[in-house]
């Protein structure tokens, strides 16, 4: 099946300092990435949209400045936590999915436990 | 406005219960609906999707768009099927987002 893999699975960075997440399709081509973002025993804040080649959309709230989304490949989709904060710790979850056809699913990556001190 | 709505943050049954674990939606267009489950420490899962009307691990969930609902149900519930639940809707006309439900935390006990 559909798998997706995404690195680093968890990190921890100082205050100040930029965190990169990647986000990769292993086995199909998803033309659009989401980007989660999700408290402990809370459900998942959609925080952007991308399709590969354009600029991602973001959500309402959501800093584009602070949490630079990346989608260069069909394969490949990243985010970058730009001069993190505490407030920025979090799970983050990227999710692919191909085309765009009614009855496909997501595929979820396994997430990335940023800490930021 | 779209939305997805679970109501229970706990849901707590004895082995072998029956079990339903409710979503109600708001959603102007055709809604597409997903249910995920998570276990703990690993990512989400698709547990079904109402356009396939499959049945996974016991699980079924019947679309009411009458009621806008997708509630989850299970006629007897095994611990394993602890886990978090999450209901979700595909926004087909905002191209193709999901937005999830707040989650339902099910805890089967022996």
């Known amino acids: 099946g559909a798998v997706v893999s995404q690195h680093p699975s968890r990190v921890i960075c100082k205050s100040g300092t930029s965190v990169k997440i990647e986000c990769r399709s292993l086995d199909f081509q998803a033309t659009t990435m989401f980007w989660y973002r999700q408290f402990p025993k809370q459900s998942l804040m959609l925080m952007a949209t991308?399709?590969?080649?354009?600029?991602?959309?973001?959500e309402q709230g959501v800093e584009k400045d602070k949490f630079l989304i990346n989608h260069a490949s069909l394969t490949l989709s990243t985010l970058t936590v730009t001069s993190a904060h505490p407030e920025d710790s979090s799970f983050y979850i990227c999710s692919a999915s191909q085309a765009g056809e009614r009855g496909y699913g997501y595929t979820f990556g396994s997430g990335t436990r940023l800490t930021v001190v | 406005a779209q939305r997805v709505t679970q109501p229970e943050k706990l849901l707590s049954v004895f082995k072998g219960a029956p079990v339903e674990l409710k979503c109600n939606y708001s959603?102007?267009?055709?809604?597409?609906l997903f249910w995920y489950v998570q276990y703990s420490r690993q990512r989400l899962q698709l547990l079904l999707r109402h356009i396939s009307r499959e049945s996974i691990k016991g699980f079924t969930a019947d679309l009411n768009k009458g009621e806008t609902s997708f509630h989850l149900k299970k006629p007897f519930a095994q611990e394993e099927d602890s886990a978090m639940y999450y209901c979700a809707l595909r926004l087909y006309n905002q191209g193709g987002k999901l937005i999830f439900g707040q989650g339902t935390e099910l805890s089967v006990k022996p």
């Open positions: 991308s399709n590969e080649g354009s600029k991602a959309t973001y």
């Open positions: 959603y102007s267009g055709s809604p597409e």
